[in-house]
């Protein structure tokens, strides 16, 4: 009895199945746009201007999801002004923990939104319309195909090169990292003027600790260089969150590396192996002179003097070399020619 009323039920629906669908789909409908109704009033967005141009202005805009989740405190809000005149082409460098990815997705986060038709978080946006955003961000592996976390980050970089147009949006985080610092930057920057010139300089966002790449500047006037704010007070690093306009040269690892727990003993002596390797790596023997720890006698480890002709007369030599270039007209990637030279010759 109980499977004869299921069935003669199961058929009454299967006659209506059509109206069943319809109110579905607009109930469903209605559920969305109340959420974004009520999400938009709560938490005080703004209507959004769609364009066919391929500019970006955003005033104090906000990560959709992370303020949400900062409920100690406040979200600092950013400012993008984004057109082929100012320039289209961000190289966004600062220090770790500044605040970088988060601003690079939050306004590919604003984009979706707004073309998908909710209000966003900001006081004022005017978005012109992308084909497709692209994104390379965070790192991940397939190690069961035979694919390390670089190779991964390749394809996908690849995938972005091959597929966008010049009116995409793309996000890079990193690129570049997984290998060495030669190869990382040279592929990096080949990416940028590749983007530059295949895509007319597609809207981009490349958040980088490759401050080599901020030389871009100086050959393309579209692109332009921001960094994440930061203040030193004492032996503390104080991230602002602001994105400011302007170049960075400082990643401050050691200091997060301090924040995350490392051992003392770990940060002081990677602070004193980073002096002396930006004092004097680009003659010294970095396994030899600068990593070996000092003597159980108490004595610090007396450091190599390399300006001193009666000990490497080779030294003056390269020294020579790089006061007779004329820096003034030598390329970025020229520049890194050379040093590789000066290594070469060094190590021979």
Known sequence: MEYNVFCR??????????RLKKAAERIATLDVLASLSETAIKNSYTRPILT???NFQLVEARHPV???????KEFVSNNLTMNHDEGNIFIITGSNMAGKSTFIREIALITIMAQMGSFVPAQKAEIGIVDRVFTRVGASDRLQRGMSTFMMEMIETANILNNATSKSLIILDEIGRGTSTYDGVSIAWAVVEYIQKKFCGARTLFATHFHEL???????????NYNLATREWK?????????IEGSSDESFGIHVARLAGMPNEVVLRARDILNNLQKDSLFGNVQNKFLKKEKNTGIKEHQFNFFEPQINTKADDIMAKIKNMDLDSITPIQALQKLSEIKKEISG
């Open 9 to 18: 039920l199961r058929e009454q629906i299967a006659l209506e199945m059509s």
């Open 66 to 72: 992370l303020e949400l989740l900062l409920k100690d």
């Open 214 to 224: 901020t030389e871009l500047t100086n050959i393309y006037p579209n692109i332009k």
């Open 52 to 54: 066919e141009t391929k």
């Open 235 to 243: 032996d503390e690093i104080i991230f602002l969150y602001k994105v």
